[in-house]
């Protein structure tokens, strides 16, 4: 695999702004607003700038998967133009739920071995986006919020651009049942009364809980990200757990994709196997 050197949050970003807005000369698009524009692509004649037209296809084709299509992109109020249509987040060239679904909505990837091999999940499994694992916070109660994907008996948490893993107060970590037997407390990374990289600590526990493997996939670049879930999985008590929690970077997965998705990943992210 190619030798990739270390890259920021906002190093990253700047790559991908250079790559899309090359890339926009033949793909319908808008800018962002800013020193580092994003990339915003829009559909065209049954294609997307943002998307392999195979995996686009196939999104298309299944309705829980369209859905996703539709979620609201947080920083419209940036496009130029704004009210005279939808933007989606999943437009967004620096999204890594469109970089997820383009790979793993490809037509027959999941019967590909090398892939599910590098994921340790069976062949033929099909992809829940958005899965809410209901982790158990207390009597009845449990937490609503969306891991990325769920495939087989694996959860998957994707990242790629983002500058973290987000943050959530202690108070509400420790509502977690059986946070404190999951994970050495003390060890877990808290900073100003809130706990870093929450979504690791949820991903942790709801593989906990439902007795699943727990995956990040981030871009090798990243290794900031990689360092935050490290410290992470050191604060995990149970070495069994330990063994069901893994990190898989994009470039890992390039480098078992086939020829169209291996193209299309260093074309439009520059990452390459």
């Not at 790559?19 to 607003?33: C, F, K, L, Q, V």
């Not at 019967?111 to 590098?118: A, K, M, V």
């Not at 090798?220 to 069901?244: G, H, I, N, T």
Request: glycine share 8%.
């Amino acid at each position: 695999m190619q030798r990739v050197e270390p890259m920021s949050a906002g190093a990253l970003r700047r790559e991908l702004s250079a790559r899309n807005r090359w890339r926009g000369r033949i793909y319908p698009h808008e800018a962002t607003y800013g020193a580092v524009p994003s990339v915003v692509y829009q559909e065209h004649e049954g294609g997307h700038g943002n998307f392999l037209d195979a995996s686009y296809r196939a999104i298309l084709a299944e309705p829980e998967w369209a859905a996703r299509l539709r979620k609201s992109y947080c920083a419209d109020s940036r496009v130029p133009r704004r009210w005279d249509r939808t933007r989606c987040e999943l437009d967004c060239a620096n999204s890594s739920d469109a970089l997820l679904m383009n790979i793993f909505c490809y037509p027959g990837i999941l019967s590909h071995w090398p892939l599910c091999g590098l994921l340790g999940v069976e062949r033929g499994a099909t992809p829940v986006f958005g899965y809410k694992p209901r982790v158990p916070l207390g009597e009845k109660l449990f937490d609503r919020t969306e891991v990325d994907m769920l495939l087989g008996s694996l959860l998957v948490e994707a990242k790629l651009t983002e500058s973290g893993f987000q943050t959530a107060a202690i108070e509400r970590v420790l509502r977690y049942r059986g946070l404190d037997e999951v994970f050495d407390v003390s060890e877990l990374p808290v900073k100003n009364g809130s706990v870093q990289s929450y979504q690791l600590v949820r991903g942790v526990m709801a593989a906990c809980h439902g007795e699943r493997s727990f995956v990040v996939l981030c871009d090798a670049r990243r290794v900031d990200l990689v360092e935050k879930w490290f410290q992470v999985m050191r604060a995990v008590r149970c070495c069994e757990l330990r063994s069901r929690l893994a990190i898989v970077t994009w470039q890992e997965i390039a480098a078992v994709m086939p020829g169209p998705i291996a193209a299309f990943l260093g074309e439009k992210y520059g990452i390459v196997g």
